[in-house]
């Protein structure tokens, strides 16, 4: 866990509206580490999925990337052709989505999903070779080989999911970004998929971005964590420290409104108010109209995204630990 | 700061008051018949094959207090929800609301019993008509249910409820359309439609499921201070153990259509007696990276509920089963702390065969 694997350098992603940009992801930079479970949490229209989706290059309609570099094996995907772009995603950039029952094709067999992937991107292997691998394939996520011959419909939610997820690691890739993989799940099957996570994590050396609002799915199994809010990270940080010491007042506040069934006699904090519109993000800090800790410069100048310490991988965008501009201050 | 939390009844939520049932179930049956053609129904000589969505169930809710149900998808947990209410006939069985036998009761009679039985969908947006506007939508159980007011007289019922729910002040929202407000607030306006009519029983199916988390914090306290307010009795259906935690007095854990445990809230969770319950309770998980889950994961996946398993339906996935015991007769609800209400439903733990299990897994 070393080199980053794929770094993300200043960017936005905006949505084009009627009434103007929104802004969902907003000069963002974030290295996912080689080998690593990267947690990306946040509430819904946070934008951690926008982000997600242009990682690979998938954001369609409205989305365009405005700025920023997206590196990846000392390639910046931004300057590469959409048929570069392709072979890419499949073989290197492997994407799970939350609901598996409409991201598979309800008219094909499992099987026949596995092999177009295999032959799309390995052109000279025969359809034989292809169905073995996709036995094997299958057989190591806990599925009976002859199952391959069903159709999604036939599966059950955990099992589509581990279709989804070898779907994405057919061609070893490096990367899989898995978006709510297990919102649509049970818990007991939700357990049990966060556990092949870590399996394959530790077996194929397989990188992980896992965006997800639930945070104890976090605390299972990711290595870091990343929280957004508003279209900007608050926080950065090895996911012990995080949860033991949160710095980002966001982050504080989150960890403690969720329901934890070990704790006895444990209070829910109630946060005030909700995330902000895209269209008009307060200024300065976005969270500052909800924030306890607010400051006079909170409102006026938005945060640096620094480390905590000198050198500390653990990163927080908050005006409570960084030095203020003595005259802005004065301003106020 | 104690003002902006709420408690789980962990530790300071007393038991349940005990008092009457406000809704009794007993014996309760919802089979869905599978369509089929022509051909098979000759083959079958009649028999249609069902999904047996809840097959035998009791259990009270007693007046005041907040009875979670919970399970995975496919438990009936929802179905039983809708049994309540009466917007699906039992199969067999009956539900009794403050006495009365729902099934005996005619329309007309049923349709006023309604406004003492509300109930709360997970999807606020799907439960609120978007050509209405909110003070509409908040009006409309009133319009039929008390059909006496002046609209100056409705109005202000509207608004009432508007404060309530913590929408304030109510003529900036009375006039707004759903999709003009945010998720959260939706939901609220649900909860203010369901109070309208003063109901005794709210059965709030995954009521929270949809709201971002931080928002969930502040629904459920809103719903815990209505319920004092209102003197309201909750069915509170969720698949989600953690949350039931904060809010339920009592919970019953469904599976395939049965009800595996029930008990109250603190003495299920600390002590679970059934497999099943152990498994899911562990299975949740912890905003915490330091904890790590004890027990093994149950295997394979829940059965078709078109053809439960004999016996014990939770048998070929328990890891304590017992071959020729929990395969070949089903067991009923017991507990050795009944005069508590903890029952479960477990040859091994809490039927005939618990020396079976202290055999096998507390060797002298």
């Known amino acids: 866990m070393s080199s980053p694997l794929y770094s993300i350098r200043n960017l936005t992603v905006e949505y084009k509206t009627r009434t103007g940009p929104a802004r969902a992801v907003d000069d963002i930079s974030l290295d996912i580490m080689r080998g690593e479970i990267l947690g990306l949490v946040g509430e819904s229209g946070c934008g951690k999925s926008t982000l997600g989706k242009a990682l690979m290059r998938l954001h369609t309609g409205p989305a365009r990337i405005t700025a920023g570099e997206l590196?990846?094996?000392?390639?910046?995907?931004?300057?590469?052709?959409?048929?570069?772009?392709?072979?890419?995603?499949?073989?290197?950039?492997?994407?799970?989505?939350?609901?598996?029952?409409?991201?598979?094709?309800?008219?094909?067999r499992v099987v026949d999903h596995l092999t177009e992937t295999m032959l799309t991107h390995e052109p000279e292997w025969t359809k034989k070779a292809a169905r073995e691998r996709a036995e094997e394939l299958v057989e190591r996520l806990g599925i009976l080989p002859e199952r391959i011959d069903d159709y999604p419909h036939q599966m059950s939610g955990g099992m589509r999911q581990r279709v989804m997820i070898s779907l994405a690691i057919a061609l070893n890739c490096d990367l899989v970004i898995a978006d709510e993989p297990t919102t649509s799940l049970d818990v007991i099957v939700e357990a049990k998929?966060?556990?092949?996570?870590?399996?394959?994590?530790?077996?194929?050396?397989?990188?992980?971005?896992?965006?997800?609002?639930?945070?104890?799915?976090?605390?299972?199994?990711?290595?870091?964590?990343?929280?957004?809010?508003?279209?900007?990270l608050a926080e950065v940080g090895d996911t012990f420290e995080v949860f033991a010491a949160p710095q980002h007042p966001y982050t504080q506040g989150l960890l403690r409104s969720v329901p934890n069934i070990k704790l006895d006699g444990a209070e829910l904090y109630k946060m005030e108010g909700t995330p902000p519109?895209?269209?008009?993000?307060?200024?300065?800090?976005?969270?500052?109209?909800?924030?306890?800790?607010?400051?006079?410069?909170?409102?006026?100048?938005?945060?640096?995204?620094?480390?905590?310490?000198?050198?500390?991988?653990?990163?927080v965008a908050c005006w409570l630990y960084e030095e203020q501009p003595v005259k802005v201050v004065g301003d106020v | 700061m104690s003002d902006a939390m709420i408690e789980a009844t962990g530790v300071t939520?007393?038991?349940?008051?005990?008092?009457?049932?406000?809704?009794?179930?007993?014996?309760?049956?919802?089979?869905?018949?599978?369509?089929?053609?022509?051909?098979?129904?000759?083959?079958?000589?009649?028999?249609?094959?069902?999904?047996?969505?809840?097959?035998?169930?009791?259990?009270?809710?007693?007046?005041?207090?907040?009875?979670?149900?919970?399970?995975?998808?496919?438990?009936?947990?929802?179905?039983?929800?809708?049994?309540?209410?009466?917007?699906?006939?039992?199969?067999?069985?009956r539900v009794s609301f403050d006495g009365v036998d729902l099934s005996t009761l005619s329309a007309g009679d049923m349709r006023r019993l309604r406004s003492r039985m509300q109930v709360i969908f997970q999807d606020p947006l799907a439960s609120l008509n978007p050509r209405m506007t909110i003070g509409e939508t908040i009006a409309h159980p009133s319009e039929i249910h008390q059909p006496e007011l002046s609209a100056a007289e409705r109005r202000r019922v509207v608004f009432e409820m508007l404060d309530a729910v913590g929408m304030s002040p109510p003529d900036n929202f009375a006039d707004k359309y759903p999709h003009q407000i945010s998720g959260g607030q939706r939901q609220r306006v649900v909860i203010a439609r369901a109070l309208v009519t003063r109901p005794d029983l709210i059965v709030a199916d995954e009521p929270i499921a949809m709201a971002d988390v931080s928002v969930r914090a502040l629904l459920l306290d809103l719903m815990m201070r209505l319920k004092d307010e209102f003197d309201l009795t909750y069915l509170f259906i969720t698949h989600d153990l953690a949350t039931a935690k904060y809010v339920c007095d009592r919970i019953a854990v469904m599976y395939l259509g049965k009800i595996v445990e029930v008990g109250p809230l603190t003495s299920v969770y600390r002590g679970p007696l059934h497999p099943y319950t152990e498994a899911l309770l562990d299975a949740v998980p912890v905003p915490d990276p330091l904890h790590r889950r004890t027990e093994p994961l149950p295997r394979g996946e829940i059965p078709n509920p078109i053809n439960p398993p004999p016996g014990c339906r939770f048998h070929p996935r328990c890891p304590i089963a017992v071959a020729g015991v929990c395969d070949a007769e089903e067991p009923y609800l017991a507990g050795?702390?009944?005069?508590e209400g903890h029952l479960a439903a477990c040859h091994l733990r809490t039927g005939a065969h618990q020396d079976l299990d202290s055999a096998r897994f507390r060797p002298a």
């Open chain 1, 71 to 108: 590196w990846f094996n000392d390639e910046n995907l931004m300057e590469l052709s959409s048929r570069r772009m392709r072979q890419l995603r499949g073989s290197k950039l492997g994407m799970v989505f939350q609901d598996p029952m409409t991201s598979l094709n309800p008219v094909q």
């Open chain 1, 193 to 232: 998929f966060l556990d092949l996570l870590k399996e394959l994590q530790r077996d194929f050396n397989l990188t992980i971005l896992l965006i997800t609002h639930n945070i104890g799915v976090v605390a299972e199994v990711a290595d870091r964590v990343a929280v957004m809010y508003a279209g900007k």
């Open chain 1, 277 to 315: 519109n895209l269209l008009h993000p307060p200024s300065g800090c976005r969270f500052h109209p909800r924030c306890p800790n607010v400051m006079d410069i909170c409102s006026v100048q938005e945060p640096g995204f620094d480390p905590l310490h000198p050198g500390d991988p653990h990163r």
């Open chain 2, 13 to 93: 939520g007393g038991p349940a008051p005990d008092g009457d049932a406000l809704v009794q179930v007993r014996g309760l049956v919802k089979h869905f018949p599978l369509q089929s053609g022509f051909l098979a129904s000759l083959l079958n000589r009649g028999e249609v094959p069902a999904v047996q969505a809840v097959d035998g169930i009791d259990f009270d809710i007693r007046r005041g207090e907040v009875f979670g149900l919970a399970g995975e998808s496919g438990s009936g947990k929802s179905t039983v929800g809708r049994l309540i209410l009466n917007l699906l006939e039992p199969t067999a069985g």
């Open chain 2, 336 to 339: 050795p702390n009944s005069d």
